[in-house]
């Protein structure tokens, strides 16, 4: 029971994490779409509109804002997460699979906060929050897949050995006493 609601803390955490994320890339997005006016500083090294402004606020080859993948992590993020916590048991590939897509992000914010500190020396608020947002989704992932699993309804993590096995089937089938000779 403390596992199940460890694990459901945890993916309510996530879920949190992915909708605070989604929300953040909605607003850059409609900043990029609509010209909105941009909340945040633009002196010294914080200065969103100077990166939201660059070549590199765009997926490559194209004039996608590069907030629009972000939205798209942070909703497979979530759906994820809502697997876990709509199951009653959760499945086997579901650490993995957040394990690997959260590396996939933290991945992408490492290139990302390369490009804002070395190429570009400005930093995005906005940005910021969201690549924090995937950094804490990364650990979390990263504790749940190197914690055990969950134990089984039967009280243990591993099928029964067959040594165990055959012990059973012999108190099942007792052995005549007398042999045939």
Known sequence: MELLLRRAGLQLLVLLLAL????????????????????????????????????????????????????????????LALVSLL???????????????????????????????????AICLWCTVLHVLILVAFLISLARLLEPEPETEAGTSQPPSSASSSTRLARSHPRSSHSGR
């Open 20 to 79: 605070v994320g989604m929300g953040d890339a909605i607003y850059l997005t409609i900043v990029h779409y609509q010209d909105a006016p941009l909340v945040c500083p633009a002196s010294g090294a914080i200065d969103c509109a100077h990166v939201l402004s660059s070549s590199y606020a765009v997926v490559p080859g194209t004039t996608l804002p590069i907030s629009l993948p972000g939205l798209g992590w942070c909703l497979i993020l979530a759906g």
């Open 87 to 121: 199951r009653p048991t959760e499945p086997g590939w579901l650490r993995p699979a957040q394990f690997f897509w959260s590396l996939a992000g933290i991945v992408t914010v490492l290139y990302l906060v390369y490009v804002e500190l070395v190429r570009l020396h």
